[in-house]
């Protein structure tokens, strides 16, 4: 397999994964990709490694360019295995590579994973010389496991971000300029709102590092490297990092016989109709990670379950588990739904809510049976004047 060159002695020698559609829960439709990049300095630098399946893959790559026995340092920027997994290939190769990592942090993932090693601590401000070319280490702990760090080469202006500015996107292109803006942005939102919103302040604190920085590409370890529209996926995490929330709505729901269903859409046409642009999910049909790049950047949140066994159906139960983690906060929220006796869903959806960080906007809506005519003007009215 070939390698990509970025630059000149500068190659991504990564695994593309196209058939995964599952990410510890985060549907990834479009695949993913694992970066690796291998620099031809006088030290051979291998900068991250790639999930240990694709090890093979990465291997043939390296050697497009060069035996892989012939490296001598290794920069483990993260432990997680979709990047530290094929690190035991190398050492079978290379046993005398030196493998820099954060410490302490990532001396001591990679211990617990791989095993006692000569594992070499970095931190924010250490640098190597590889020969030609210096490569500076930038601590960014939880972004998203204590142990991040990326890699800056200033001679290339060159940022390894690993999974900061990174989408899960297979693909045969690997610029930005190759591939189609909408998507690729898109998907960037994507992995931030599932990966790194619950990290907000610690990615605005990594943001002002980066933008100290004199870059003309950054190279991470998922998806597209940015080196035409690096403006605007700052920009994009600037703005994303800051949680500050848009106008816009986003209603969320499950339904046994449609009723809930009916108070859902009614909801979504009265903040529609208020001016506000609204999302409608179904769980049924949506998952979850596909409606949380809408509630990154929402400002209000309206969840509804009808009521089954007392509590809410479990796909919202999963939904609103899963969103309390991410930790949106900073957002207007309120409850709905039907229920044939007992009710006890809809407050256990507004305790879910509050939970998340949320501020109540409105009192619960709850509806008996099947909701009239006159029940979802009414609906509709409510959240028309909540919304003046
Ligand atoms: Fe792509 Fe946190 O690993």
């Not at 990410?23 to 991250?48: N, P, Q, S, W």
């Not at 295995?81 to 050492?91: K, M, W």
């Not at 403006?231 to 990092?241: H, K, V």
């Amino acid at each position: 397999m070939k390698a990509t060159k970025l630059k000149e002695n500068i190659y991504w020698v990564g695994a593309i994964d196209w058939n995964v559609r599952n990410f510890h829960g985060y549907r990834t439709g479009r695949g993913t990709t694992y970066g690796a990049y291998l620099i031809m300095d006088e030290k051979v630098t291998l900068i991250d490694t790639v999930k240990a399946p694709f090890a093979e893959e990465m291997l043939s790559r390296i050697s497009d360019i060069i035996a892989p026995e012939k490296i001598d340092i290794v920069i483990s920027n993260h432990v997680e295995l979709d990047h530290s997994g094929s690190l035991p290939a190398i050492r079978k190769l290379c046993p005398n590579a030196s493998i820099y990592t954060s410490g302490p942090a990532g001396v001591k993932g990679l211990t617990a994973h791989f095993g006692t090693d000569s594992y070499i601590p970095v931190k924010s401000g250490d640098s190597i010389s590889i020969g030609r070319r210096t490569l500076n280490f930038v601590s960014t702990p939880m972004l998203h496991w204590p142990d991040n760090m990326v890699t800056y080469c200033p001679e290339e202006k060159i940022l390894f971000s690993n999974d900061a500015f990174g989408q899960h996107f297979a693909s045969t292109e690997r610029f930005d300029d190759e591939a189609y803006l909408p998507v690729i942005l898109e998907e960037a939102k994507k992995y931030y709102g599932n990966i790194i919103m619950c990290y907000g302040r610690q990615a605005q604190t990594a943001w002002n590092t980066v933008n100290s920085l004199d870059i003309d590409m950054i190279a991470p370890s998922h998806g597209i490297i940015w080196r035409k529209n690096i403006r605007d996926i700052m920009e994009a995490y600037a703005l994303w990092s800051g949680n500050e929330p848009s106008t816009g709505a986003v209603v969320v729901y499950d339904s046994m016989w449609n009723s809930t269903d009916a108070m859902a859409k009614t909801i979504s046409e009265a903040f529609c109709d208020s001016g506000i642009p609204t999302r409608l999910y179904d769980l049924k049909s949506n998952h979850y990670s596909d409606i949380v790049p809408d509630i990154l950047t929402c400002k209000y949140i309206a969840v509804g379950s009808p009521t089954l066994n007392s509590q809410m159906l479990p796909s919202v139960a999963s939904f609103l588990c899963y969103l309390k983690g991410l930790s949106p906060k900073n957002r207007e929220a309120f409850a709905f739904g039907s229920y044939g006796w007992g009710g006890q869903s809809i407050e256990l959806v507004e305790k879910e809510l509050e939970a998340c960080g949320f501020r109540i906007c409105m009192d619960k809506i709850r509806i008996q049976y099947i909701p009239s005519a006159e029940q979802l003007r009414e609906i509709y009215t409510t959240i028309r004047n909540m919304l003046k």
